[in-house]
């Protein structure tokens, strides 16, 4: 599975922005799909999933300002991005698993600072 990601920049403390993560098979083959993202000197974790059956988590610290959703005809995953902080500051990754196998897209960089 290929993953193809699109939508980062840079952006100020409070506003938004949308993450596209084009897969290159139908996402409904895929047990889920995902974002994660890494901080400078951090571990990378996970920000949001949503599972085949449409599914979704979140990490503590998105939840009620990000959104994960999908278009199964466009085989697209998003992450709507709301009310950003600098600590949302990363190079976010999606990410897909299917079986035993986990696949990663590039990373694409947000950054909010004023």
């Known amino acids: 599975v290929q993953l193809q990601a699109f939508g980062g920049g840079l952006v100020q403390p409070g506003g938004s922005l949308r993450l596209s993560c084009a897969a290159s098979?139908?996402?409904?083959?895929?047990?889920?799909m995902g974002w994660y993202r890494q901080a400078p000197g951090k571990q990378r974790e996970l920000v949001a999933a949503?599972?085949?059956?449409?599914?979704?988590n979140y990490a503590d610290s998105v939840k009620g300002r990000f959104t994960i959703s999908r278009d199964i005809t466009e085989n697209t995953v998003y992450l709507q991005m709301n009310s950003l902080k600098a600590e949302d500051t990363a190079v976010y990754y999606c990410?897909?698993?299917?079986?035993?196998?986990?696949?990663w897209g590039e990373g694409t960089q947000v950054t909010v600072s004023s």
């Open positions: 990410n897909a698993q299917t079986g035993p196998y986990t696949y």
């Open positions: 098979r139908r996402i409904l083959t895929l047990n889920a």
């Open positions: 949503i599972g085949k059956k449409g599914s979704t």
